[in-house]
C-alpha cells in the first residue's frame, strides 16, 4: 500500500534512509489537536532554514559576480522568504503529505502560505540530517530551480545595472538622495539624485520615490553609456 510518504518521496525524488526524519518534517505544531503531545517539525523548521540560507547565497555568489552584499542580500531574501518556500512546498506536492489537526484541517492549512513555508523548510532539514547538502541541493534545484533562473535572466532594473556596474568598476554603491516634492498630495512629483562617487550624477523625476530612483539611475546610466563599457 502506498502511503503519503511514499508518495511524497517519488515527488521529490529522494529516499530516506531514516522516514522518522521525514515524518517528523510534516508534522505541523497543531497535530494532535492538544490530546497527545506530537513531534512537530519546528527544530527540523530552524535547521532548514539555515540551510536554504547557505544554498541559496552559494548559488547567487556564483551567478552575479559583479554584485555586492546588499545587492545579494536583497535577491537571497526574495528566494528564502516564506512566499517563496511556500511555492517550492505548491511545485513538490507538500500540502498533501502533512499531519494536521482536525481544526487546522478545516481552516485550509494545507494551503496556509506560513505552514507551507515552514514545512518546506522543515523537509530541507530532514533531507540535510539524512543525506548531507548534497540531498538538500538537489531538492533546492528541484523547486527553487524556476525561482532562480527567473532571478538570473530576467532584465535588471536601472538601479540593480548601476549598482552592478559601479561594482565593476570598483566603485562605491550608488547613493540616492530626495531632492524635493512637488504637485498636489494625490499626484506628487519627487526629484531625485542618484551619484557614484568617481563617476557623477544625474537627476530624475517620478510620482513615486522609487519611480524617480530608477529613472535618475536609467539618466546617469545612458549618460555615461554605461552598456557600452
Given amino acids: 500500500m502506498t502511503t503519503r510518504l511514499d508518495r ?8 530516506f534512509a531514516d522516514l522518522a526524519l521525514l515524518e517528523r518534517a510534516l508534522t505541523h505544531a497543531s497535530y494532535g489537536d492538544g490530546r497527545r503531545r506530537a513531534t512537530s517539525n519546528e527544530r527540523l523548521e530552524f535547521l532548514g532554514d539555515r540551510v536554504l540560507g547557505l544554498l541559496a547565497a552559494e548559488r547567487l555568489f ?30 513538490c506536492g507538500l500540502g498533501a503529505a ?15 502560505t506560513s505552514i507551507l513555508g515552514d514545512a518546506c523548510e522543515a523537509v530541507i532539514g530532514a533531507l540535510y540530517l539524512d543525506g548531507g547538502v548534497e540531498a538538500a541541493g538537489d531538492f533546492f534545484e528541484a523547486f527553487w530551480g524556476e525561482d532562480l ?7 535588471k532594473d536601472p538601479k540593480s545595472r548601476l549598482q552592478e556596474w559601479a561594482a565593476r568598476l570598483g566603485r562605491p554603491a550608488p ?28 537627476q530624475a523625476q517620478g510620482r513615486s520615490k522609487q519611480e524617480a530612483q530608477r529613472a535618475a539611475a536609467r539618466a546617469l546610466l545612458e549618460r555615461e553609456n554605461a552598456d557600452e563599457r
Avoid at 62 to 85: I, M, P, S, T
Avoid at 184 to 189: A, I, L
Fill in 98 to 112: 502533512l499531519q494536521l489537526s482536525p481544526a487546522e484541517e478545516r481552516l485550509g492549512g494545507r494551503e496556509k
Fill in 149 to 155: 533562473a527567473d532571478m538570473i535572466h530576467r532584465p
Fill in 8 to 15: 511524497f518521496q517519488e515527488r521529490i525524488g529522494y529516499r
Fill in 175 to 202: 547613493v540616492y538622495e530626495t531632492l524635493g516634492r512637488s504637485g498636489p498630495d494625490h499626484r506628487p512629483v519627487f526629484t531625485v539624485e542618484v551619484a557614484v562617487d568617481g563617476i557623477g550624477s544625474a
Fill in 62 to 91: 556564483a551567478a552575479f559576480e559583479g554584485l555586492d552584499e546588499g545587492g545579494l542580500a536583497h535577491r537571497l531574501n526574495a528566494l528564502v522568504n516564506k512566499e517563496a518556500c511556500a511555492r517550492a512546498a505548491q511545485r
